[in-house]
């Protein structure tokens, strides 16, 4: 088990609605990554926040949006979200610049929008 | 960019068989490889990783993974699978600085009696 923790672990939202999901990272841990993954398709990365700021964004819109805390833990916020949203999502905290160090992922936010 | 293949997208297999499963990778630049497993309501798990070094990559729970460079390959192997090992597997990359990971679609790995 990581110490990689996300909530809530199972949301059921509405079309055009927003949602937030949340993830503490594994202690010592500076970067988190976030990933959707759709039924029966690996992770797609969204974005990585490094420090509070935003290190890389992959091919998601900008209704897809997020943070990160003093404490490194980090938010994923979508808005207006679409039927297509419904994925399990996926946190992963690491240390940033080491690459021997191991990307540790929490069990995933499974949205619906229905 | 950078891209991850994996060529099966299940593998039924018999218990203390073994099994091989294929990811290839495309990229011109430095390349580091990973295998992930996932169980059923779980995220990911670390097998093993490739960074430098021996192309003849150990993990855990007995598998192993080998780097091919000339065949862009980094196929992972057990020689003896357990109905446990039943999981949805992983291959990934990371190109150059970037520490984000690239995943392919998944191999559905099915162990039965």
């Known amino acids: 088990e990581t110490g990689v923790t996300q909530s809530p672990t199972h949301l059921i939202k509405t079309r055009g609605q927003q949602v937030t999901l949340r993830c503490s990272s594994q202690?010592?841990?500076?970067?988190v990554s976030w990933y959707q993954q759709a039924l029966g398709q690996g992770p797609q990365f969204i974005f990585q926040?490094?420090?509070?700021?935003?290190?890389g964004r992959g091919n998601f819109p900008p209704r897809f949006s997020g943070l990160q805390f003093p404490n490194y833990s980090s938010e994923l916020n979508v808005n207006a979200l679409e039927l297509d949203d419904s994925a399990l999502y996926l946190c992963?905290?690491?240390?940033?610049?080491?690459?021997?160090?191991?990307?540790?992922f929490g069990q995933g936010t499974r949205l619906t929008v229905v | 960019a950078q891209s991850v293949t994996q060529l099966d997208s299940q593998v039924p297999v018999f218990e203390e068989a073994p099994v091989e499963l294929r990811c290839n990778y495309s990229?011109?630049?430095?390349?580091?490889l990973f295998w992930y497993v996932q169980y059923p309501n779980q995220g990911l798990q670390l097998l093993l990783k490739?960074?430098?070094?021996?192309?003849l990559v150990k993990g855990i729970n007995g598998f192993e993974a080998e780097f091919n460079k000339s065949q862009t390959s980094f196929h992972l192997r057990k020689p003896s699978v357990h109905i446990s090992d039943t999981a949805e597997y992983f291959c990934?990359?990371?190109?150059?600085?970037?520490?984000?990971?690239?995943f392919g679609t998944g191999t559905r790995l099915q162990v039965t009696l």
């Open positions: 992963a905290s690491s240390l940033q610049g080491v690459l021997n160090t191991e990307a540790f």
């Open positions: 202690s010592g841990h500076n970067t």
């Open positions: 926040y490094y420090r509070e700021e935003e290190n």
């Open positions: 990229s011109s630049v430095s390349v580091y």
């Open positions: 490739y960074l430098s070094g021996s192309t």
């Open positions: 990934a990359a990371i190109t150059g600085t970037a520490s984000k990971l690239t």
